[in-house]
T-cell receptor, first 114, second 116 residues
Framework: DGGITQSPKYLFRKEGQNVTLSCEQNLNHDAMYWYRQDPGQGLRLIYYSQIVNDFQKGDIAEGYSVSREKKESFPLTVTSAQKNPTAFYLC?????????????FGEGSRLTVL | AQSVTQPDIHITVSEGASLELRCNYSYGATPYLFWYVQSPGQGLQLLLKYFSGDTLVQGIKGFEAEFKRSQSSFNLRKPSVHWSDAAEYFCAVGRGYGGATNKLIFGTGTLLAVQP
């Protein structure tokens, strides 16, 4: 079945450590996204990528980094510079050529910084 | 700037009752509008979308939504709610990017509880 796989589902880290969240898709989508979800704030865009080896900052990119070396993969690193990293992180993908912009989401990764 | 407002943070309805979740948007051009549903601890699933044509759109799980340009609204409705509809619902508007509206702006969500 085609879809988006995020791992790990739950992650605990100590303050000051970098962590990397994995996102893999087999939908053959060109575009991939990372969103952060906090209670009462909806989803906010961190980074997005429309094509391999290229990515753009979203609305809250500070303290995060990404790479897009393969079409299928878009890992997100939460660095120690992110002041409040505890959140639920969602990866999504879409067809670049889609006029309607429908996003397909993974099941999310919950990061807790102790 | 584009924005989406969901005025109701939390709604409780009885099973079998009708449901309407409100969504208002701010966008300069014709918007691309979406409703997504999220079960606890899960990702988001698309319920329905509007980008042109008939202003009443049908989605999955018996949901529908009506686009009203004069009111800048895109309210979600269901005639009879089932216990399995308990979830969080997000309205979103698409921002244009090279012709593809992939960068969505999400509302803050409405948490729906269904009581027996």
């Amino acid at each position: 079945d085609g879809g988006i796989t995020q791992s790990p589902k739950y992650l605990f880290r100590k303050e000051g450590q970098n962590v990397t969240l994995s996102c893999e898709q087999n939908l053959n989508h060109d575009a991939m996204y990372w969103y952060r979800q906090d209670p009462g704030q909806g989803l906010r865009l961190i980074y997005y990528s429309q094509i391999v080896n290229d990515f753009q900052k979203g609305d809250i990119a500070e303290g995060y980094s990404v790479s897009r070396e393969k079409k299928e993969s878009f890992p997100l690193t939460v660095t120690s510079a992110q002041k409040n990293p505890t959140a639920f992180y969602l990866c999504a993908s879409s067809m670049v050529t889609s006029r309607t912009g429908e996003l397909f989401f993974g099941e999310g990764s919950r990061l807790t910084v102790l | 700037a584009q924005s989406v407002t969901q005025p109701d943070i939390h709604i409780t309805v009885s099973e079998g009752a009708s449901l309407e979740l409100r969504c208002n948007y701010s966008y300069g051009a014709t918007p691309y509008l979406f409703w997504y549903v999220q079960s606890p601890g899960q990702g988001l699933q698309l319920l329905l979308k509007y980008f042109s044509g008939d202003t009443l759109v049908q989605g999955i799980k018996g949901f529908e939504a009506e686009f009203k340009r004069s009111q800048s609204s895109f309210n979600l409705r269901k005639p009879s709610v089932h216990w399995s509809d308990a979830a969080e619902y997000f309205c979103a508007v698409g921002r244009g990017y090279g012709g593809a509206t992939n960068k969505l702006i999400f509302g803050t969500g409405t948490l729906l509880a269904v009581q027996p």
